[in-house]
């Protein structure tokens, strides 16, 4: 006879599959024995992933949550275990993430009475997941009402990480022991599955209507920042077409690379918009945003200083819900609707003209100069230099490829040197809580969806930082090409004012140099490793990407000169700009 958690933990976890879950990660441990018997026993429909820190499992999950768009679920034991989920709960809840956190906990008779592994873990993430329940424990005397109870809280957890703003949420399901029997229990059926659709957020008819009054004529631009599920892309582009406005993409947005018309898309906003004589012409009357605040901070400085700006920001998240993206506190108006839905609407209620093509012209031909200086000047940089890195990845990414951004300055980098394309490729990054934490795992988690390869542009010290996030390639047959650019420290330091107020003790509390040789590590996850110390990287790329298993390409620079480099060909592109502009007068 089995025991009363079997029926309860199979209740639960068929409502999950039920509300769109096919993947679980597991971290091994005593108490969740209970979870990991029904997950991998006989006729389970998960797929069912190991990962041997915790910490890790919760970035592995969202990066495989992310690139599949579904629910992942990640379960531990009790204790130290579930707090190290709290990171890649804060990064799911802020990057909007569907994530379900099954924690394994004590039964209430344990806790805060000394018992071993067991901490305090009812609410354990806080805000930041969108709902948590602490699950009653299976008791044979009141079995159907659990059975029944751990029905709806299976599609409700489901339900509310998939509702916009997609993100986490956390179930902490309490057992007694004996945690399992002596045999193996097949999975069997599904007992009275609930399932509970997520709701969609549609934009009133007034609000449309009014705007499709308002906005034609006007000088306006299409901002798209980064967003985990991507931008409509096809829509966005039509829209802007309609209106007659630049669309200033994110490498993080989805807008820059794709088959749709991209002839008004900006990849060189953060290069333009450094330029005096350009903003002095550029600045516009309405900003529509999508997706979260851009990448870019000379951008974001920028346009948070232009007077006289109509700023409306399109979101699918109810305000109260977490919806409110307006880092700067400078939106006008917050309209809570599905991006593609909305921008349809708003595209049929249109009745007025495009504004001049001039305002139009005025950005793309900046940001066509821009584009081929920046990529002239770094090509003729006779040293290391970390755009390049970039370059080499861009021209050897396939259709079908996924980038993940590392933080700090790999992201930077990639919004200035990733031009746009027509090839379909996939850029993604934590940009929710922006650390450095997680990213390999991230990247790990994303090459387990199986979508295309995967190849991952990430600095030293993020690297360092999660070394352990590396294990699941060879044990689960992985692959993953690492363009690791390491300067020996923190590299991004070296941009900020930092550097030069505390000039005497910088290098050691925020350059941290490290010294350490990379290779070793590399070597005991199996993978493969290459050092680039100057020229093109492309080919390594390339050959890499068509290997199984672990590849790491080491692109070493030097982290002073990496400043003066980034700033060499910022001004060739601004000159070229300027050039641009004058020639336009002419």
């Known amino acids: 006879m089995s025991l009363p958690a079997d029926r309860y933990v199979r209740a639960l976890l068929g409502s999950l599959y039920q ?55 990640v379960t531990c034991t009790s204790g130290t275990a579930a707090a190290n989920f709290l990171p890649a709960a804060v990064e799911a809840r802020l990057s ?33 997941v969108k709902w948590s329940a602490d699950l009653p424990v299976a008791d044979a005397s009141a079995l159907e009402e659990l059975v029944r109870y751990a029905n709806s809280a299976g599609a409700r ?26 045999g193996d229990l097949p999975f069997g059926e599904v007992e009275q599955p609930v399932v509970r659709s997520p709701r969609t957020v549609v934009a009133s008819g007034t609000t449309v209507a009014r705007l499709a009054a308002m906005l034609p004529g006007r000088r306006g631009l299409i901002v798209c920042g980064p967003e985990s599920a991507g931008l409509p892309a096809t829509e966005i582009v039509a829209l802007a077409s309609a209106l007659g406005w630049p669309v200033v993409a994110d490498p993080l947005s989805g807008l820059r690379m794709g088959a749709h018309d991209r002839s008004l ?44 700006v109509h700023r409306i920001v399109v979101d699918a998240a109810e305000p109260s819900t977490g919806g409110w993206r307006d880092p700067d506190l400078q939106a006008d108006e917050s309209v809570a609707a599905d991006p593609a839905a909305f921008t349809r609407a708003l595209l049929g209620a249109l009745s007025g003209t495009s504004v001049e093509a001039s305002w139009t012209t005025l950005w793309t031909d900046a940001n066509a100069a821009a584009r081929s200086a920046l990529r002239a000047a770094s090509e003729a940089i006779p040293e290391p230099f970390e755009g390049r890195a970039v370059y080499d990845l861009a021209d050897v990414l396939p259709d079908g490829a996924t980038l ?83 300067n020996n420290g923190g590299g991004i330091f070296s941009f900020l004012p930092q550097r030069q107020a505390t000039s005497s003790r910088f290098d050691e509390w925020w350059g941290t140099p490290h010294g350490l040789d990379l290779a070793p590590a590399v070597a005991l996850h199996g993978g493969r490793h290459v050092v680039i110390e100057g020229g093109s990287a492309a080919s390594a790329i390339a050959d890499a990407l068509r290997r199984p298993g672990l590849d790491v390409i080491e ?30 007068r002419v």
Not at 33 to 57: K, V
Not at 100 to 117: M, W
């Open 19 to 73: 509300g769109g879950v096919r993947h679980v990660v597991i971290a091994p441990g005593s108490r969740n024995t209970p979870l990991t018997a029904a997950l991998t026993s006989e006729g389970a429909p998960f797929r069912t992933w190991l990962h041997l820190d915790e910490r890790s499992a919760g970035y592995f999950a969202l990066g495989l949550a992310r690139q599949t768009g579904e629910p992942v679920v």
């Open 96 to 128: 909007r993430v569907p994530l379900v956190f099954l924690t394994a906990d004590r039964p209430p008779e344990a806790r805060d009475v000394g018992a071993a592994q067991t901490v305090d873990q009812v609410g354990l993430f806080g805000s930041h």
């Open 157 to 182: 957890a489901a339900a509310t990480a998939l509702e916009a703003p997609m993100g986490p949420v956390h179930l902490n399901v309490p057992f007694r022991e004996p945690l399992i029997e002596a």
């Open 265 to 308: 898309v900006i990849d060189c906003a953060d290069v333009v918009v450094r330029v005096p004589e350009f903003i002095e012409a550029a600045a516009p009357q309405v900003v529509l945003r999508f997706g979260a605040a851009m990448t870019s901070k000379p951008f974001n400085q920028w346009l948070s200083g232009q007077p006289a």
């Open 404 to 486: 993940v951004a590392g933080n700090s300055m790999p992201v930077r980098d990639i919004d200035s040197f990733f031009a746009s394309t027509g090839r379909q490729v996939r850029i993604v990054g934590t940009r929710g809580a922006s650390g450095i934490d997680g990213v390999v795992s991230t990247a790990v988690g994303a090459s387990a969806a199986g979508q295309g390869p995967v190849a991952l542009l990430i600095g030293d010290l993020s690297f360092l930082h999660d070394l352990n996030g590396l294990w699941p390639l060879r044990r689960h047959s992985l692959d993953l090409t690492v363009v690791l650019v390491n």
């Open 555 to 584: 692109v070493r620079t030097d982290r002073e000169r990496n400043v003066v480099l980034h700033r060499q060909v910022w001004e060739h592109a601004a000159a070229a700009v300027r050039d641009a502009l004058a020639g336009a």
